[in-house]
């Protein structure tokens, strides 16, 4: 469902580009491992990167009791940022070159979660990275999750600029003899790199981890 933007979120610039549905919005999410987290205390502005995973309407991320970031998000307003660049696209001019990327902009407070439902968010973050080792690795004991604040960001205030295709050259450039299209960019799995005291055949998501290393045709 559409969202209609706020004066922080509505896209100006190549207004085409912009979303505002919460499908376009989550899968851009999903399909990351990092975040960019933006705020400012004292000392100035700041933009931490960080891991991140998504649960339903929210946006979560972790860290130290003791970090700065923990202890500023939980005080102010911030911004997170998600960009996957997916191509570059060359044009007949300069000035007419551009990128293919999906990109994700939120805005809003963290609040702390706490818990039982911290543990679960915890879990399910593992379960992004590797489905299934949740159940075969050491659970958190009571001292580490004590260290640890697990924060999250409503998405209610959000947009995404996404821009997918070739080059729009001026009609006047069309004449011009270069070579024109897009150089594709992609995240590329590699190998599993076994740890050498590991005796421990590899499992279903190691297996599968390396199976997409087979490139499409």
């Given amino acids: 469902m559409n969202q209609a933007p706020t004066d922080r979120t509505r896209i100006r610039r190549v207004a085409s580009n912009a979303h505002y549905d919460a499908a376009t919005l989550h899968a851009i999410i999903d399909d990351a491992y990092l975040c960019h987290v933006a705020f400012s205390d004292g000392k100035g502005a700041h933009c931490i990167p960080t891991a991140c995973w998504r649960d339903g309407a929210h946006l979560y991320i972790h860290g130290s009791n003791g970090s700065r970031m923990v202890k500023t998000l939980l005080e102010t307003a911030s911004c997170v940022t998600i960009t996957h660049l997916d191509g ?3 044009a007949r001019a ?3 070159h551009s990128m293919n990327y999906r990109s994700a ?10 818990g039982a439902a911290a543990r679960q968010a915890m879990e399910r973050f593992m ?6 080792r949740q159940g075969e690795i050491r659970p958190g004991s009571d001292k580490e999750y004590a260290a640890t604040t697990v924060l999250r960001i409503d998405l209610a205030e959000a947009a995404c600029k996404v821009r997918a295709g070739g080059p729009k050259d001026d009609e006047e450039d069309l004449d011009w003899r270069v070579w024109t299209g897009v150089l594709p960019l992609a995240r590329s ?3 599993p790199q076994r ?6 055949a590899a499992p279903a998501y190691v297996r599968e981890w390396a199976s ?6």
């Fill in 88 to 90: 570059l696209v060359l």
């Fill in 94 to 96: 300069a000035f007419n």
């Fill in 105 to 114: 902009m939120i805005y809003g407070r963290f609040d702390a979660v706490e």
């Fill in 127 to 132: 379960e992004k990275l590797a489905p299934g």
């Fill in 189 to 191: 799995a590699l190998a």
């Fill in 195 to 200: 740890d050498p005291a590991c005796t421990v």
């Fill in 212 to 217: 997409a290393l087979a490139l499409p045709e």
